[in-house]
Nanobody, 117 residues
Framework: QVQLVESGGGLVQAGGSLRLSCAAS??????IGWFRQAPGKERELVAS????????DYADAVKGRFTISRDNAKNTVYLQMNSLKPEDTAVYYC????????????WGQGTQVTVSS
């Protein structure tokens, strides 16, 4: 089965850190992104990384605080989140493109990140 499984979410105080993991299986994936959706807000692309890992992109709101990386040998993508703010509270989703695909067609189940003030 093609599957993306997120883990690492939880409750953290403002200023703290979390590391999210996305375990991928079932096929070879191209670009992978982390999305989030906060209550009352639209889904937002937080960060993405290409297959080779030499190209990354970040939403302005998380630049300098979040880092996306991937380990293809482990079929895992990570999102290191530092200096967390209450406004980072959201459900975080891992999403992936297939090889040569231009949109995110594969999605994980999501993991909740809650940042308390």
């Amino acid at each position: 089965q093609v599957q993306l499984v997120e883990s690492g979410g939880g409750l953290v105080q403002a200023g703290g850190s979390l590391r999210l993991s996305c375990a991928a299986s079932g096929r070879t994936f191209g670009r992978i992104g982390w999305f989030r959706q906060a209550p009352g807000k639209e889904r937002e692309l937080v960060a993405s990384i290409n297959r080779s890992g030499d190209n990354t992109d970040y939403a302005d709101a998380v630049k300098g605080r979040f880092t996306i990386s991937r380990d293809n040998a482990k079929n895992t993508v990570y999102l290191q989140m530092n200096s967390l703010k209450p406004e980072d509270t959201a459900v975080y989703y891992c999403a992936a493109r297939g090889i040569l695909q231009g949109r995110y067609d594969y999605w994980g189940q999501g993991t909740q990140v809650t940042v308390s003030s």
